[in-house]
């Protein structure tokens, strides 16, 4: 649809209900974003949503506002909660491999037969541990 407004094929979606615009408020506004930048309004039949007048757009904009604060406001909390680990001496991210298990792979990389994916089922590991691994190699070069 968003490809078809892009085009201009169109010039005005309807819908019955505003859940069958957007999954969630930032997903629905994403797309009434991307409706005006294409020239598209937005009538919902359930809601009586017109956003072709002003007066149809205030509703919009005032839960964009909502939305906006709402987003800085888990920011925060979460950059907040981090830091407060941080200075409890919490160690972040994902456990690193055991050495051995790392010389191995590095080994495995060097020798170059296998691909990342086939490296990373046979050691147990993820692909981005053995994509690590091969950066590291890559950049000690």
Known sequence: MLLDASQGKF?????WALDRVGRSLS???ATIKRLEACKADLFIDKELIDTTSPTGMMPFHITGAFAQFERTLIVSRVNAG???ARAAGTKLGRPRIDAKKEEAIRTALVRGDKGKHKLAA???VGSGTVARIR???TSAL
């Open 82 to 84: 981090v830091d407060r």
């Open 122 to 124: 046979e050691f147990g």
């Open 11 to 15: 010039d005005v979606v309807m819908a």
């Open 135 to 137: 950066a590291e190699l």
């Open 27 to 29: 997903d629905l506004l």
